[in-house]
């Protein structure tokens, strides 16, 4: 069983920045495939940022050039940095775990886009 406790979340002003940090349970968090997912009220869960074990990424096209997902292997830890945040970023952010097929949720963290 993997854990996943997202923080980082908060309020911040358009054109603002913040971080999303994901601390992970588990020894093996190296070999796990991490991801940031995102869903708004009324939307579809969406993927918005993706790393593999091996250090690959890819981002939707909404976010790219603005978020950057990171891991730290050695504090079990995946990040999500946002630039040049949209009033339309606003959603619930979620962190995702996938390992052998099997995929993990943390509870989730908002973030809220406005002036």
């Known amino acids: 069983q993997v854990q996943l406790v997202e923080s980082g979340g908060g309020l911040v002003q358009p054109g603002g920045s913040l971080r999303l940090s994901c601390a992970a349970s588990?020894?093996?968090?190296?070999?796990?495939?991490m991801g940031w997912y995102r869903q708004a009220p009324g939307k579809q869960r969406e993927l918005v940022a993706a790393i593999t074990s091996g250090g690959s990424t890819n981002y939707a096209d909404s976010v790219k050039g603005r978020f950057t997902i990171s891991r730290d292997n050695a504090k079990k830890t995946v990040y999500l940095q946002m630039h040049s945040l949209k009033p339309e970023d606003t959603a619930v952010y979620y962190c995702?775990?996938?390992?052998?097929?099997?995929?993990?949720w943390g509870q989730g963290t908002q973030v809220t886009v406005s002036s």
């Open positions: 995702n775990a996938d390992w052998v097929g099997l995929a993990y």
């Open positions: 588990g020894s093996i968090f190296r070999l796990y495939a």
